[in-house]
């Protein structure tokens, strides 16, 4: 099951007349297996995709560009301003264009959260994370549990065609356990509303993974992954290319101590190894003008090691990492009647990373407590391609073949928890490096502005301040949420047009090259309310809005306009259903300086339906749902060149337990 639950009622421990340490989390986490009674679930539960997953966090959105592998973003940033971790792993996408967020490498049926924390305070594992970190922390039977359990789950959704299937087992006794499983999906063309077809929407995808472990001693133990991840022939109708291929293997092997007696709690340190293959294709297309292929690589190598310990009010958190990755991408163009051109995309840049973080959770005295989390990191970053730097060298002439930088960050909240409240303040600094696109990128092509982009060897590190408040009000009946955050920045990155240099892409209107600016800023504000009206039936309301401006004012683009949402829910038993609305006002306020158009009003709604049964030994669970219920023809402000949404589709979903 699916759950959101906001950590920040967590606090409400703080105010028992106990001076044991609490852990102080203030941020959100997604439950997505696991016993979710009483709380918010998914209309879906387990057959949802990691996307539909994430809409439920609140600061999160996601940038689509497709029906397949959207991308995350969080306080109207995306993914250069973002760290995503997998258990704490460090997985970078292999596709110039971001046609691979590192969360379409996992399924739903091997998670068991998706952890966010806002803004800079942010996971031990996480570096460059100003505007936040998502942790996708996957499901482990672990010792001492139910022999073995399996699960088979199967759904169908009429629009498009979608096949979901799935299967996994879950062994466990007092030495040793493994969950394993494989997942499918199947997807057609799917049809926005009014029965207009979008083209180049399919999508093909198989997961296999296994976990497991070994208990060495009553305190310790060794944990296992393996994910194997394939999608093919994947559409993106936003974009001017498809995806042939993307494959990932993901593997870590992690050993763990507790420590029953004295200051520390846990030990846990842990070995990765990931590999990412992505291949852009445009066979499919129509009226192609120069066919080419653009395949990109993507592999990382790490560790971590994290000590928990508990002193007095504090609750630690002490954590070392680092990691190498390589970055390789290229594209050979075949022009009809000529020899084709090559060219290196990503010039082959081996990047080391290491750093050290440290939290402190402190419980100051009843009702009050203070979260404390900073983080340093040293790298360095190599071209390995002599061809892609010397193509760089053109433009950027006195630039080297290697570069070091040192990022930190620190944040700190302040949480006070006096009866039916909780009020929270906080604030902090940060700064990133440029992403290999933005420092090292070679003519690639945004379909978003029409630009071709070049990277910039010689950027300055991006900084920010960030400053958030929250304030929670919690009755019988009745809740109420409050939040908001600015983040200013110094040194922002950006591409702005030179028009020294000619683009490359047939039709770009072009050249942008990435380069600092002296400030920008976004601000975000929600209002939640939730109620409970009678026994049988809740109800839940939201609504939220987001500002972005540059150093010259203009609306720096892929912001949010006013969003709301609500919902209506009735249970009676183990049946539970509910009506859904959400929506946008007009996007009046857009970045028409690089290249956004407005996006009009809409509002749709949903029904969904779940109930379980009992049958013997087995365990069945029925799901079914309409979405996007009158069918409503629209598009969201993240919706890559206003690409439309689905119209109405009709779902159903069965899982077997036993």
Known sequence: ????????????????????????????????????????????????????????????????????????????????????????????????????????????????????????????????????????????????????????????????????????????????????????????????????????????????????????TPLQHIDGTVIWDRATDVGYPALNMDVALADGIITSLSHHVDFPEGILNSWETKVYFNRIRHEMDDTSRPDVLIHMDMPGRSRTAGLYSLLAAGWGRNTLRFNFDLYYNRLFADMTMYPDGAAPMYMVTWPDVGTFNTGLAVTDDITLFPAHALHVSAKVAWQQQHLNSEEGFQALRVFFPLMEDRYYQTTARVALRYLWSPQHWQISAGGGWGSRAATVTEAYGYYLNNTFDRYDYMGNPHLKNESAVEASLSAKYTADRFAATLEANAFFFSHYIIGGVD?????????????????????????????????????????????????????????????APIEYSSALKFSRGDFFASLTMEGALRQSRYGEKYGETPTPSYTV????????????????????????????????????????????????GATFGF
């Open 1 to 216: 099951m699916l759950t959101v639950i906001s950590l920040l009622s967590l606090a409400t421990a703080l105010s028992a007349d106990s001076t044991e340490a609490s852990v102080l989390n203030l941020d959100e986490v997604v439950v997505v297996s696991g016993n979710a009674s009483g709380q918010k679930r998914s209309e879906k539960g387990q057959l949802a995709t990691i996307d539909e997953h994430l809409v439920r966090l609140s600061n999160v959105s996601l940038v689509r560009r497709g029906s397949y592998a959207w991308e995350p973003a969080v306080n109207g940033m995306q993914s250069e301003r973002l760290s995503v971790t997998i258990d704490g792993m460090k997985i970078f996408y292999a596709c110039t264009d971001k046609m691979d967020p590192v969360t379409s490498y996992v399924e739903s049926s091997n998670l068991r959260t998706i952890s966010l924390n806002s803004g800079l305070d942010g996971n031990p594992q996480a570096t460059g994370n100003i505007g936040g970190s998502l942790d996708l922390r996957l499901r482990r039977i672990g010792f001492d549990q139910e022999t073995v359990h399996t699960t088979l789950s199967a759904g169908y959704e009429a629009n498009g065609h979608l096949q979901t299937y799935g299967a996994d087992t879950e062994i466990s006794g007092r030495s040793a356990y493994l969950n394993a499983g494989v997942f499918c999906r199947r997807a057609d063309d799917y049809w926005a509303g009014h029965r207009t077809r979008v083209d180049y929407s399919r999508f093909r995808k198989v997961n296999a993974f296994a976990n497991f472990g070994f208990r060495l």
């Open 499 to 559: 028009s020294r240099i000619s683009p490359m892409t047939v039709g770009a209107a072009g050249v942008k090259v990435y380069g600092n600016i002296p400030n920008a800023s976004i601000v975000n504000a929600s209002l939640a309310l939730s109620g409970r009206l009678t026994p049988q039936f809740s109800w839940n309301a939201r609504l939220s809005y987001a500002l972005g401006r540059d150093d010259d004012g203009d609306t720096l683009p892929l912001v």
């Open 605 to 652: 709604f949903n029904l969904s339906a779940e109930y379980p049964l009992a049958l013997g030994s087995t365990e069945l669970t029925l799901r079914a749902g309409v979405e996007n219920l009158l069918d409503r023809r629209y598009s969201a402000y993240s919706d890559w060149n206003s690409i439309p949404r689905k119209g109405r589709n009709l779902y159903l």
